[in-house]
């Protein structure tokens, strides 16, 4: 039987979407590049304007990613949904440009086929009249697009239910310690529905990981007590090198989701200051971005077009072409010699 840890190797989320951390950084810088050099000549500015560089491109899905939560939010969505939402965006915007596609629009499209990966049903109607300003066709323009960029790996693995698991482990091993360990739970779920979706870990651990290194950022000796140090005198041996990996992973994990604890939600990324300086972003944006692929819709229905619009194939004018050769419609008719009839010439009379 294979083990979780195998079976984890063979989801689409260690296959397609895990990367070291200088391999994203590299995709995404040509990411970048690409989409620099394809805009380019498209825009008819002159002076051209000043494109975003890499590190802007993450800013600004950054900046969108606690939209995308705070839409869910609003429009109460449970946890599940807004989490694969948000991994839908983020890996979309790994191998495609803010500058080539909307991210504003992106993100409700994500939100609604967040939905569907997930099974919960919520009509489309519904979803467009809670976000204002937004039509049924706007968030359906992008989906086929954000298949693609997702490279139709749908199948998210979250590590809210590897803490469930580990908190009746707990409760379990310190029956006298449930509200220490009930407390402990509340403040690391909040960590995995934030930290761990506006930073990188979900490119770069495995959930067990993220959810030891949330757990470790609340209550460090509960890690300890769930992935204790091996008996005296076997530190030396395999299974302390093993022990010591993990924990390092773990230690490494907690680093970055430590670069967005909870509290930023509303002490920076809600303050009137963040908003006001990503402004000048979202004004660079505006300059630098593809004219083509601006109005998702309308380039939905052009593409549409394009298709239905494609010169058909000219259908065989009859058995002819298929053999090679004409034939005619009328059956010949074969004269006959009377002279050469068997049964000789007519009788007179």
């Avoid at 690409?34 to 802007?56: D, G, H, S, V, W």
């Avoid at 022990?243 to 230690?251: G, L, N, R, T, V």
């Avoid at 692929?293 to 239905?308: F, G, P």
Wanted: with cysteine; aromatic share 8%; charged share 30%.
């Amino acid at each position: 039987m294979a083990t979780e840890d195998e079976r984890y190797r063979q989801s689409s989320q260690y296959r397609l979407w895990s990367f070291t951390r200088a391999g994203l950084q590299d995709l995404r810088a040509k990411t970048n590049s690409l989409a620099k050099q394809q805009i380019a000549p498209r825009l008819t500015a002159n002076p051209p304007p000043e494109f975003l560089t890499a590190e802007e491109e993450i800013r600004l899905v950054r900046f969108h990613t606690i939209e995308l939560i705070q839409a869910a939010q609003f429009c109460e969505l449970p946890t599940e949904i807004r989490s694969t939402a948000a991994v839908f965006f983020r890996r979309f915007y790994v191998t495609n440009s803010v500058m080539t596609y909307p991210p504003t629009e992106l993100l409700k499209t994500s939100l609604f086929f967040g939905c569907k990966a997930e099974g919960y049903y919520i009509r489309l109607s519904r979803l467009s009249e809670k976000l204002s300003g937004t039509t049924s066709e706007q968030i359906l323009a992008g989906e086929f697009l954000l298949c693609q960029g997702v490279r139709f790996a749908f199948d998210v693995r979250h590590p809210l239910r590897a803490l469930d698991g580990a908190i009746l482990e707990l409760q379990q091993r310190l029956p006298d310690e449930q509200s220490r360990i009930n407390k402990a739970h509340v403040r690391a779920r909040e960590v995995l529905k934030f930290s761990a979706l506006l930073t990188d870990v979900y490119f770069h651990y495995t959930p067990s990981q993220i959810m030891m290194a949330a757990l470790q950022m609340v209550d460090k000796t509960l890690v300890d007590v769930l992935v204790p140090a091996p008996p005296s005198g076997a530190g030396d041996g395999a299974a302390g090198e093993m022990h010591k990996k993990i924990i390092e992973a773990i230690a490494s994990c907690r680093v970055m989701l430590e670069e967005e604890p909870p509290e930023r939600m509303s002490s920076y990324w809600e303050t009137p200051e963040t908003i006001k300086s990503m402004k000048p972003l979202r004004k660079k944006l505006q300059r630098c971005r593809d004219p083509d692929r601006v109005d998702l819709v309308a380039l939905q229905k052009a593409r549409r077009e394009q298709a239905l619009n494609k010169e058909k194939k000219p259908a065989g004018s009859g058995e002819g072409e298929l053999f090679g050769e004409a034939i005619s419609r009328e059956v010949k008719r074969r004269k006959v010699d009377t002279a050469d009839d068997v049964f000789g010439p007519p009788m007179p009379l």
